[in-house]
């Protein structure tokens, strides 16, 4: 099971382009990076999901380098609703023993 | 198309006490996992369902169980509640079995307090 590393916390200002990265560094072959957000109090939410290379939606990007060991999600000109905690999640469609780790809190400044 | 509902939204219960959480999928979702959310332990996964079998259990004690029906609706029941019990349990549904490359859908959760 792939074990994943986030920064505990990060600070930005609106507006302000952000990005989160996230280790996976006994990644396999057959996983997937996928990230979620999370409000108080509610569930979690889907943001994006890659396996290699760049993926682009319209709330966010997901860099993946080539030995995959790590992802960067990135959070185009940020406001302060985007003020929550990022899970950066791996693992392949056989496991479902998905653990969210501790995530990240960003927290956006005025 | 509704999202995951979760069943009583806020519930109060005392130690030694069981519960029973209910949550619906997403219409035409046959996966369903259980999650437990705490400060201390941030989101933990406590099991998955698909087509009525348990596919997966994560690391709980028995008292923590679940259930599937023919609708895909699940049911988590808590037995012999503890303090440490206290927590937001969400439930997340998908379309397929697994997380990494089907998309969950998680509820608003349910927030279980116990005294």
């Known amino acids: 099971l792939a074990k994943t590393t986030q920064p505990i916390s990060m600070d930005s200002y609106e507006g302000q382009e952000v990005n989160i990265t996230c280790s996976h560094n006994n990644i396999a072959t057959n996983d997937y990076i996928t990230w979620y957000q999370q409000f108080p109090s509610q569930g979690p939410r889907f943001i994006i999901q890659?396996?290699?290379t760049k993926v682009t939606n319209e709330v966010a990007s997901l860099f993946i380098p080539a030995d995959r060991k790590s992802s960067t999600l990135s959070l185009p000109r940020v406001s302060l609703s985007d003020t929550a905690v990022y899970y950066c999640?791996?693992?392949?469609?056989?496991?479902?023993?998905?653990?969210f780790g501790a995530g990240t809190r960003l927290t956006v400044k005025p | 198309k509704a999202g995951v509902t979760q069943t009583p939204r806020y519930l109060i219960k005392t130690r030694g006490q069981q519960v029973t959480l209910s949550c619906s999928p997403i219409s035409g979702h046959r996966s369903v996992s259980w999650y437990q959310q705490t400060p201390g332990q941030g989101l933990q996964f406590l099991f998955e369902y698909f087509s009525e079998t348990q596919r997966n259990k994560g690391n709980f004690p028995g008292r923590f169980s679940g259930r599937q029906f023919s609708n895909s609706r699940s049911e988590m029941n808590v037995s012999t509640l503890e303090l440490g019990d206290s927590a937001l349990y969400l439930c997340?549904?998908?379309?397929?079995?697994?997380?990494?490359?089907?998309?969950?859908?998680f509820g608003p959760g349910t927030r279980l307090t116990v005294l």
């Open positions: 997340a549904s998908s379309h397929t079995q697994g997380l990494s490359t089907d998309t969950q859908y």
């Open positions: 890659g396996y290699k």
């Open positions: 999640l791996v693992g392949d469609n056989n496991n479902n023993d998905m653990r």
